[in-house]
């Protein structure tokens, strides 16, 4: 059974880190470009940030672009999300995402459309 897990969530206070894995099993997505996405309460899941195949590209939402890096270790089959500087305003659940379209490049990443399998999510708690 191909499993995406999240984890590394939890309550934070605003300006402070922390650092989503996501850990692949039942099949390796070291092929594949994968993401993260987040969905506040009353929202819809947004883009929070994509990484190609080898981690050599990557995309970031506005709204995080120079506070979060995504990262990956193929050997490991796990992502990673570092967030830093937090806010309120980033309290969501991140999920974790993989598709099988191995040749989807660019701003495609940015669709929930492309990605085929997603993780159950992890919840990330900002305080002010």
């Known amino acids: 059974q191909v499993q995406l897990v999240e984890s590394g969530g939890g309550l934070v206070q605003a300006g402070g880190s922390l650092t989503l894995s996501c850990a692949a099993s039942g099949r390796t997505f070291s092929n594949s470009p994968m993401g993260w996405f987040r969905q506040a309460p009353g929202k819809e899941r947004e883009f929070v940030a994509a990484?190609?195949?080898?981690?050599?590209?990557?995309y970031y939402a506005n709204s995080v672009k120079g506070r979060f890096t995504i990262s990956r270790d193929n050997a490991k089959d796990t992502l990673y999300l570092q967030m830093n500087s937090l806010k309120p305003e980033d309290t969501a659940v991140y999920c974790c995402?993989?598709?099988?379209?191995?040749?989807?490049?660019?701003?495609?990443?940015?669709?929930?459309?492309?990605?085929?399998?997603w993780g159950q999510g992890s919840q990330v708690t900002v305080s002010s």
């Open positions: 990484s190609s195949w080898s981690g050599g590209t990557t």
């Open positions: 995402a993989a598709s099988d379209r191995t040749a989807v490049a660019g701003i495609l990443l940015l669709r929930r459309t492309v990605y085929d399998y």
